[in-house]
């Protein structure tokens, strides 16, 4: 089985992804860790992230390069990371060069059972054809809020308004990009989490998905 959860940053895709995963026994692709590791090389390389476009090449030998599961999961989180990736994530040879890899964790997960990946493009471009698909979203300022509780347990400098904006200039770029933005697929059942805790949200989808099995 096949299960795609795209949705905007902190609307808690990445935590029911996870814990649907291990409800069914399914294996779970975070797909957003893929362009956080070319965006964490990229920086480590001193590639130019001013110009995404100019440094094509580059970032597409990185992607290409990437084996999973990931080997190194160090430094993916941190904000600047994130903004990066974004960056990188809207150039259409680093997306291309990514694809593959996706398709082929969802086609022969480790367990063999099924799939469940998250990110912003799985129902739209990576997975058409997936089994169920989910569109989480939550309101902005309760997204916000999230991110900087998570990330304030590493950086206790970061604030909410920092996190804020941080959000609002990715959600943009992610959304108007020109490959694969961030849309809801025709046929994704969309979530709106502002007011359901993480228990709440599984079980709800968790529902739906044994209705589909
Ligand atoms: O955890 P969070 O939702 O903040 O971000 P993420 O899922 O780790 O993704 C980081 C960035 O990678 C996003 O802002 C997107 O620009 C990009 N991304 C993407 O373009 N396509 C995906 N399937 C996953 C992530």
């Known amino acids: 089985m096949q ?4 949705g905007p ?3 808690g895709k990445g935590t029911l992804a996870k814990t649907l995963a291990m409800k069914f026994g399914f294996d779970y692709l975070d797909t957003g860790t893929l362009y956080r590791a070319v ?3 990229a920086l480590a390389q001193s590639v130019d992230l001013q110009d995404p476009e100019g440094q ?3 970032l597409c030998q990185i992607a290409h390069n990437l084996v999973l599961p990931l080997e190194n999961t160090d430094g993916l989180r941190a904000a600047e990371v994130a903004q990066a990736a974004s960056k990188v994530a809207s150039l259409a040879a680093v997306r291309d060069a990514l694809i593959a890899k996706q398709r082929s964790f969802a086609a022969t997960p480790p367990s063999g059972h099924g799939a469940v ?3 912003r493009d799985i129902g739209t471009v990576i997975l058409p054809e997936a089994d169920i698909k989910f569109y989480i979203d ?3 300022a309760v997204r916000a809020r999230r991110r900087h509780l998570e990330l304030s347990v590493h950086d206790d400098s970061l604030t909410l308004a920092e996190v804020l904006a941080d959000l609002t200039e990715r959600d943009a770029r992610d959304k108007n990009r020109a490959t ?5 697929a025709d046929d994704a059942i969309f979530i709106d989490t502002s007011e359901k805790n993480a228990e709440e949200v599984l079980q709800l989808v968790a529902s739906l998905v044994e209705e589909r099995q």
């Open 180 to 184: 694969a933005p961030l849309i809801p």
């Open 138 to 140: 939550a309101d902005i």
């Open 9 to 11: 940053a902190a609307s």
């Open 39 to 41: 965006a964490r090389d």
């Open 117 to 119: 990946l998250d990110g």
């Open 56 to 58: 094509a090449e580059a």
């Open 3 to 6: 299960i795609a959860i795209d």
